[in-house]
């Protein structure tokens, strides 16, 4: 399980270094808007633009785009439009996001989970993959502060 931001989302050479085959997007919408004012940055400053940034050019946050771009037929996306706000109720999306990361794990497959920053959307549902399902298979699923402990100490 690996956490990240969209940055990480969109280094396909990490991804591959990594063995990623499977990515769960916890900010669809908020990450098809960076790309949009991204694409518009690169094409306006296009002598300035770093290679880093030139991701971000043709980017798809889609399951087709990932396949295509990593050249594996059988990677597998998921994503949810969770809003980086207060109020969002995004324990919503919590039986989903979790039956996705267990089928993964189940599958042997490493993934990353990010949404834009990595500092909020994408920790809490690792935390309450955590919570409910454990460290590692068949594990006892974790306390919140254990949870975040762990997390913090991967990704600090």
Request: aromatic fraction near 8%; proline fraction near 5%; charge should be negative.
């Amino acid at each position: 399980l690996w956490l990240g931001g969209v940055d990480d989302a969109l280094d396909l050479g990490a991804l591959r270094a990594r063995g990623i085959s499977a990515i769960l997007n916890m900010a669809r919408r908020s990450c098809a808007e960076e790309q949009e004012v991204q694409a518009r940055l690169n094409a306006k400053f296009a002598a300035f633009v770093s290679p880093a940034m030139q991701r971000w050019t043709g980017a798809e946050f889609c399951q087709e785009w990932y396949r295509q771009s990593m050249n594996c037929p059988d990677f597998w996306y998921l994503a949810t439009d969770a809003e980086d706000r207060d109020d969002y109720p995004i324990s919503e999306t919590f039986d989903t996001v979790v039956a996705f990361l267990r089928r993964c794990r189940d599958a042997d497959r490493p993934t990353l989970v990010h949404c834009v920053m990595g500092v909020n959307r994408s920790p809490c549902a690792c935390a309450a993959f955590l919570m409910r399902e454990g460290p590692e298979p068949h594990a006892l699923g974790m306390t919140l502060k254990a949870a975040l402990d762990l997390l913090g100490r991967r990704r600090p």
